[in-house]
């Protein structure tokens, strides 16, 4: 809004003289330079990923060589998608992918429609639900990871896709985001659409879900980088490489004797590709979801 | 009032339909774990049940973690990580906020690259910064010696019991700091432009308008964001599990570890659980400390 507020507003003539002046390039270039200093791991990550020699890698990064490949190849990445390296990485991104889209989706649906019934149906004890919910926000996934790998096991659901998906598909933050973004919209609007005879999941399904786009995505970013990131569960729920995610997969690497590192630098930018893609499709919508997770969270 | 008569029942019907399967899921997968877990807590149940009944042991298991100086260790290095990544994490978050909240070309471009680390997965910052951190030929042992010109030798930076801690913060801080930094930007453009232009009338300079109007406007944003990066900090986990498996000589071991430990390396699930319940407290007490320091001002 602010942005938006500054930009109409005349700016002071000295501003808009041709020569820009020595303060502005100089502030320029160290942002530049700060910018360049804090994003060159993430370079070096790129640039290791496309060196199939591991010794050759480590090597490298004691000097500026780490920048620089002079054979690029994509052998490491062939690698992993033939199932030929030291493990199936393969695999665990496509784990990976299959638990983000079902959490998502399923999130996304579950979160909004319980919101709305919380929002604007008739339920007796909605407001009860409500406070639970809230209150039960505060407890970290941390505090009830073990009780709940022990009731999974119990139930026979351990090391499989289920047991990553159904445990954070719904949650109370993202039930509460959607509810604060319900509750604003006019009373209006729900009444001309019970006028009209609709049901609650109709109304739910074809005027509030059209209205609540910017919700949902925000909803749909945070869920799926949380997903996409989670790693203490997990850790502990695959036991063999049927569902297990790629970041346990990379995290597999370490502890051993001899670290692939070709293998693990190329793992690394699979892994970082799908979120980088959405990122930079969305960059805005990122930014401000983590800052509505903030605010309300 | 409209005299058509809604289907009441049906719609109600319909509405616990639409409500019940979060509220299982959440009851199933929520609820359920965390209030069993004070059950566990006063027993000495095993993940893996064995032919031995459960017995229980009342506050056993809380004993046995106080007096046990590992437990005590990783509260004292969850607590220095965390005083040393705060000002860390945060300062550097909002020096970086303050520079993308001027006039600069390109201004969204750089919102975004600074914003890259707190998109990437820690599992992936712990691949780079290993070989960051590598010894004895890694960048940062060639730049400490580039720096002293050869003086310091090579530091196994996460293999040494005194720079192993703060290596981890550093990484930390590393991956985290976007998140802060936009909190900080949102703060920054709520501040109204008129209170500068008050100040510039006044002759404040830049470092007065910086300590007079920028940080007391800050106030609340400061607050949140020392809040939310303290209870991330106590949930330190999986840098330390994958880097230094809380070693060297348990300097870099934190209460998650030592509960992840506990109960699913040793298998212990009431130890593990009692963990759970004192980490679930600090959160508890840390998220109390916010409501109320904030509710005072209002």
């Known amino acids: 809004m602010s942005t938006v507020v500054s930009a109409s507003t005349p700016s002071p003539v000295a501003k808009v003289s041709a020569k820009p002046d020595i303060g502005a390039i100089v502030k320029f270039v160290a942002v530049l330079i700060i910018a360049l200093v804090v994003i060159s791991p993430l370079f070096l990550l790129f640039v290791a990923s496309l060196k199939p020699d591991r010794f050759q890698i480590l090597a490298d990064m004691g000097s500026f060589r780490a920048f620089w490949v002079s054979e690029p190849s994509l052998q490491n990445f062939t690698d992993i998608a033939t199932f030929s390296g030291a493990l199936p990485f393969g695999r665990y991104l496509v784990n990976s992918l299959i638990i983000l889209f079902c959490t998502v ?81 006019p009373r209006d609007i729900y009444d001309a659409a019970t006028v009209d005879g609709a049901s609650p999941f ?18 749909a970013i945070l869920l799926g980088i949380e997903t996409w990131n989670q790693y203490l569960w997990p850790l502990m729920v695959t036991q063999t490489d049927y569902a297990r995610p790629i970041s346990v997969g990379i995290a597999s690497f370490f502890g051993h004797d001899s670290v692939y590192w070709n293998s693990a630098m190329a793992a690394s930018v699979m892994m970082m590709v799908p979120v980088l893609i959405f990122y930079l499709a969305f960059q805005k919508w990122f930014v401000s979801s983590f800052i509505s997770s903030a605010v309300k969270g | 009032m409209p005299r058509r008569k809604p289907p009441i029942w049906g719609g109600r019907l319909q509405e616990l339909g639409m409500l019940l399967p979060a509220c299982i899921l959440i009851a199933l997968f929520l609820l359920l774990p965390f209030l069993s877990s004070f059950e566990i807590a006063l027993t000495n149940q095993r993940l893996i049940p064995r032919p031995v009944p459960v017995r229980f042991v009342g506050l056993g298991n809380f004993q046995q973690i106080l ?59 712990c691949v780079i910064w290993s070989t960051l951190f590598q010894y004895p030929t890694g960048p940062f042992n060639q730049i400490v010696g580039f720096l002293s010109f050869g003086l310091v030798s090579p530091i196994d930076w996460l293999g040494d019991p005194t720079w192993a801690m703060p290596s981890i913060v550093l990484l930390s801080a ?80 934190t209460l998650v570890h030592y509960m992840f430990t506990a109960g699913f390396v040793d298998q212990r699930l009431g130890l593990a659980s009692a963990v759970a319940i004192l980490l679930f407290l600090i959160v508890l007490v840390v998220s109390l400390v916010q409501r109320f320091v904030v509710r005072d001002r209002r």
């Open chain 1, 105 to 185: 989706l399923g999130g996304v649906f579950l979160n909004s429609m319980a919101a709305f019934v919380l929002a604007w149906g008739r339920l007796p004890g909605r407001a009860v639900v409500l406070t639970a919910l809230i209150g039960l926000y505060i407890v970290p996934q941390e505090s009830i990871v073990l009780p709940l790998l022990s009731l999974v096991n119990k139930v026979g659901l351990g090391d499989s896709f289920a047991a990553q998906i159904l445990p954070w598909m719904a949650s109370p933050l993202y039930i509460f985001l959607i509810y604060q973004f319900f509750i604003q919209v």
């Open chain 1, 202 to 219: 109709r109304i739910y399904w074809s005027v509030f879900l059209p209205l609540s786009l910017p919700v949902l995505a925000t909803v």
């Open chain 2, 67 to 125: 007096t046990d100086s590992a437990f005590w260790t990783a509260l004292w290095n969850v607590t220095r990580f965390t005083v040393m990544v705060l000002p860390i994490q945060c300062g550097f978050a909002l020096a970086i906020a303050l520079l993308l909240n001027q006039k600069l070309p390109f201004r969204n471009f750089f919102r975004g690259l600074f914003f890259l680390p707190a998109i990437t997965s820690m599992v992936v910052v």
């Open chain 2, 174 to 253: 590393w991956q985290a700091y976007g998140f802060q930094m936009i909190v900080y930007l949102a703060g920054l453009q709520n501040i109204p432009e008129t209170l500068y232009e008050a100040a510039e009338l006044d002759g404040a300079n830049a470092w007065q308008r910086f300590w007079n109007v920028t940080m007391p406007s800050l106030r609340q944003t400061h607050i949140f964001v020392l809040i939310i990066t303290t209870i991330q900090a106590f949930k330190l986990f999986t840098q330390v599990n994958i880097l230094t498996q809380g070693g060297p000589r348990g300097t870099t071991d």
